[in-house]
């Protein structure tokens, strides 16, 4: 009977211990003790660069972000990420890297061998090679957490997660809110494991879920959809909002004003993957 008692104690504290343990691992930001991770300030000057190239003046004598792809956009140069960031921390600028955390690129990405057809859906609209991963499978945990310590062996200052709202795509996959919630408090909790700041790519839906979990968002032209006010949590937290707007420079004045308005520090591009920028003050 002790020897009973004794195995059903053990058994307890061990399952005690590990509840503790889950507690803390995945309580939100909010109620985590900051870590010394950097994390970016809110009013930063930065840029969003789609490829590999150098970024060159006068933009690069004026901002101290650069927001720039993990995987290289270069076929013949797998290399190119890690130069561009060592040639951005050379100009003394920060590196914030765009992670893939919810799509794999069937043919451009070096670790799509690793990732089988049983963990992808459908193709991405007009990205078609862009396959959207099945975010309940904890395979593709195992790699997505692969990618985030891959960017801090890059020298990556943060990243940014994106392709992070798969359960409003049409991903040939049965994701829930739930399931896409749970995934994305994993990735922060994930990163700030690996000692790393996150920023959350619009999923502007979620945001109310998941604000706390998170350092700062960035935003695609959430103007150009009116969706800008679903990032209050971030700046009503006091957490930078990095919006950029794909429009002409002939409407900076109206786009400047609002940015001012919602609290975000906001570049306007024009549309296309090129390297125009104009920053609102």
Known sequence: MKSLFARSTRRFLVVASLLALMAGVLQPLGVRAQASYWIPPKDIAWQLQWTNAPITSPVLNAIKMAIIPLYTTDPNNPNAPRDQITDLHAQKIKAVCSLPAGVVNIVNDPDKSSFTQRMWGKGASYWQDQRWLDVRNTGVRKLIEARIVYAISLGCDAIEVQWVDGY?????LPITYGDQL?????????AH??????????????????????DFAVADNCMGTAECALLAP??????PVFNVEYTSTSGEIHICNASAYYGFNTIIKTYGIDASWQKCN
């Open 234 to 239: 971030f700046t009503d937290s006091g957490k």
């Open 193 to 214: 494991q690996h000692g790393i700041a996150i920023g959350l790519r619009n999923d502007f839906d979620q945001i109310a879920d998941l604000e706390d979990w998170f």
């Open 168 to 172: 409003i795509q049409d991903t040939g």
């Open 182 to 190: 749970a995934y994305n408090r994993w990735l922060a909790t994930t």
